[in-house]
C-alpha cells in the first residue's frame, strides 16, 4: 500500500475519545436531485482514498438510468443496523460484493473485487450506530499514522481507501488470510508446534513494540485480531493420534504453509495520554490490573500476548470465564496469589471480590459447582505448558511468568521480551516456511 495515496484531514490534538470528524457521504438515500452543475453535498463516485471526484455520475448516465455498476437499490438497515446487501451488489462503481467474510460487534467484513485495482479486497462496513462510527473514525487515524511508519507494511493490516455509504463507515483493506483463532478452530482446536508458536510470537511481539514506540496501545489482542497474510497450508502428521485409527483421519492436522502475520482492528487502539480508566480487551485477555479497576497502559498488551501464547501452543484459552471473580481465582490457580498492594487499591466496584482484608473471596463466593470446577482444573503455569510442549518448555515458562506479571510495572516490555532467550537462542526448527 502507498501511504501518501490514502487522503489526510487535519484534525486537533488526538486527546480526546473519540473524535469528531468531517463527513464525507457516498450515496445518500433517495430521491436524488437532478444533476447540477456541482454536485452539492452528494459526491457520488468520490474516492475518498485518493482525493479525487470523478465525473462518474455524469458519464454514466446515473441520473438518466440505472447503470451496470451502480449503487443497488436503497435497503434499510437490519434492526442491530447492520448494512443489508447481496452479493453481487455494487458497494459504490468501484467495489463489487463477493462474499460475507465475517461479522462481529462493529459491523460485517465483506470480500469484494476492485473494479478500479483490479484486485481482491475486504471491506469493513461499521454498523449505522454513533459510537461505533466514532470508533471507526478513530481506526481510520490510527490506520493511516500506522501506515505512515510501517514501511513494507509487515506488521499491520494496510488501509487501501475509506468512505461513508448509506451511513456506513466503510474502511478497505488488502485481503489477508484466516485469524489465527479461526485457523485453530477449523483444526479442531489443536497446538501449534511449538518453532511456529516461537515465529508467531516474535512476529506479534515485533508489531506491538511497533506500536508502542509510536505511543499507540492496542488494547484488543487476541487470535481473532492476528491474521495469517496467506490462507495457503499443508497438511503433517500429528504425532499425539498416530495411535488411533486411520478413519477418523486424525492423525493428520493441519498447519499454516507460512507464519506471516499481521496485526488488525484498531478501533479500539488509543494513545499513551488518553484516558485510561475504562475496561478494554476481550475478557480472557484481559489484564488483572483492568479487572481491579486500576487503570492500564501498555502493559496490557503484553499480558494478553503471555494468554496468546499459551493458547498457541495448547489450543485452549488460558482464562476460559465470563465473570471477574471466577477470572481472578483462575490467575491465582494459575499464577499464585494477587499481591496484597494491588488488591488493596482495587476500586469500589473490584471490592466486593475480596474480603478479610486482600483475601480473595473464593470458593466461598463461587457462583456455581461448575465454576469450581472450571477453576480447580486449571493447573499451574509451568505443569501447563509441560502438558503440550516437549523442546524450550523452560524457556517458555520463563517468558511467559515475564508477561504475565501481576505488577505491570514488573513485566517485560514488548522490545525485552524479544531478547529473551525462547527467541534468541538456537533451537532445530520445525521445517515451515517462515
Known sequence: MEAQG???????????????????????????????????????????????????AYSSGFYRGMPRNASPPWRPDD???????????????????LSKMGEGTFGQVLECFDNEKKEVVAIKIVRSIHKY????????????????????????VQIRNWFDYRNHICIVFEKLGPS??????????????????????????????????????HTDLKPENILLVSPDCVKVPDYKFLSRSVKDG??????????????IDFGSTTFEHQDHSYVVSTRHYRAPEVILGLGWNYPCDIWSIGCILVELCSGEALFQTHE??????????????????????????????FKRGARLDWPEGAASRESLRAVWKLPRLPNL????????????????????RYEPSERLKAREALRHPFFTRQYRRCGLQM
Open 180 to 217: 489465527l483463532y479461526d485457523f485453530l478452530r477449523k483444526n479442531s482446536y489443536r497446538s501449534f508446534p511449538i518453532d511456529l508458536v516461537r515465529e508467531l510470537g516474535r512476529q506479534l511481539l515485533e508489531s506491538v513494540a511497533f506500536m508502542h514506540d509510536l505511543r499507540l496501545i
Open 133 to 156: 462510527r466514532e470508533a471507526a473514525m478513530i481506526e481510520i487515524d490510527v490506520l493511516q499514522r500506522l501506515a505512515r511508519h510501517d514501511v513494507g507494511g509487515t506488521r499491520c
Open 250 to 263: 486424525s492423525y493428520f492436522k493441519t498447519l499454516p504453509k507460512s507464519s506471516a502475520i499481521k496485526l
Open 6 to 56: 490514502i487522503m489526510e484531514f487535519p484534525h486537533s490534538s488526538m486527546d480526546k475519545r473519540p473524535r469528531k470528524r468531517p463527513r464525507l457521504t457516498w450515496d445518500m438515500p433517495p430521491p436524488l436531485p437532478p444533476p447540477p452543475k456541482v454536485l452539492p453535498g452528494m459526491y457520488c463516485g468520490q474516492e475518498f482514498g485518493n482525493g479525487l471526484i470523478s465525473n462518474y
Open 324 to 353: 471477574n471473580l471466577e477470572h481472578l481465582a483462575m490467575m491465582e490457580r494459575v499464577l499464585g496469589p494477587l499481591p496484597q498492594h494491588m488488591v488493596l487499591r482495587a476500586d469500589r466496584h473490584a471490592e466486593k471480590y
Open 385 to 404: 505448558v509441560m502438558q503440550h510442549v516437549d523442546h524450550s518448555a523452560g524457556d517458555l515458562i520463563d517468558l511467559l511468568q515475564g508477561l504475565l
Open 79 to 97: 434492526k442491530d443496523g447492520h448494512y443489508a446487501f447481496a452479493i453481487g451488489d455494487a458497494l459504490t462503481p468501484r467495489y463489487r460484493i
